[in-house]
T-cell receptor, first 110, second 111 residues
């Protein structure tokens, strides 16, 4: 089955720790995206990549980092510099304007 | 002014009702207009999208875009309890296909 796989589904982080969220797609899409969703908010763009080995900051990139070493993979690291990391994180890939989302990772700081 | 405005609701309707969901926007560069449905604790799924102005119909769903008014709508006919979800509008402008989302409207269809 083609799709986008995010793991883990739930993640707990201690304050001061870095954590990495995984996103893999087998849709052969060039473009991939990371969004953050908070209660009552829409999706806000963290980072996006249109091609391997290239990525750009979105609207709320501070405290996050990404890599794009392979077409199918776009991991997101939430660093200790992100002051309020508790949120629902969504990865997407797109072909043209059609974007398809994974099932999300819920990150909680404990 | 936010680029995309969407009334968060919540909106509660009886089964079988016609539902109207709306967004307004300010960026004239937007060319593609999307509607996503998101069930609780799940990723959004693309319902339909429209390029430029006009209407598009898919089963019980109709999307309308009025670029002159910067206003888009999603109509759901014969609403079902399974339609209960958050509906997000999203828009794309430019060659990088970055999506700009509204905050979403929470819809509940009561049996």
């Amino acid at each position: 089955d083609g799709g986008i796989t995010q793991s883990p589904k739930y993640l707990f982080r201690k304050e001061g720790q870095n954590v990495t969220l995984s996103c893999e797609q087998n849709l052969n899409h060039d473009a991939m995206y990371w969004y953050r969703q908070d209660p009552g908010q829409g999706l806000r763009l963290i980072y996006y990549s249109q091609i391997v080995n290239d990525f750009q900051k979105g609207d709320i990139a501070e405290g996050y980092s990404v890599s794009r070493e392979k077409k199918e993979s776009f991991p997101l690291t939430v660093t200790s510099a992100q002051k309020n990391p508790t949120a629902f994180y969504l990865c997407a890939s797109s072909i043209g304007p059609e974007a398809f989302f994974g099932q999300g990772t819920r990150l909680t700081v404990v | 002014q936010k680029e995309v405005e969407q009334d968060p609701g919540p909106l509660s309707v009886p089964e079988g009702a016609i539902v109207s969901l709306n967004c307004t926007y300010s960026n004239s560069a937007f060319q593609y207009f999307m509607w996503y449905r998101q069930y609780s604790r799940k990723g959004p799924e693309l319902l339909m999208y429209t390029y430029s102005s006009g209407n598009k119909e898919d089963g019980r769903f109709t999307a309308q875009v009025d670029k002159s008014s910067k206003y888009i709508s999603l109509f759901i006919r014969d609403s079902q309890p399974s339609d209960s979800a958050t509906y997000l509008c999203a828009m794309v402008g430019g060659s990088n296909y970055k999506l700009t989302f509204g905050k979403g409207t929470l819809l509940t269809v009561n049996p």
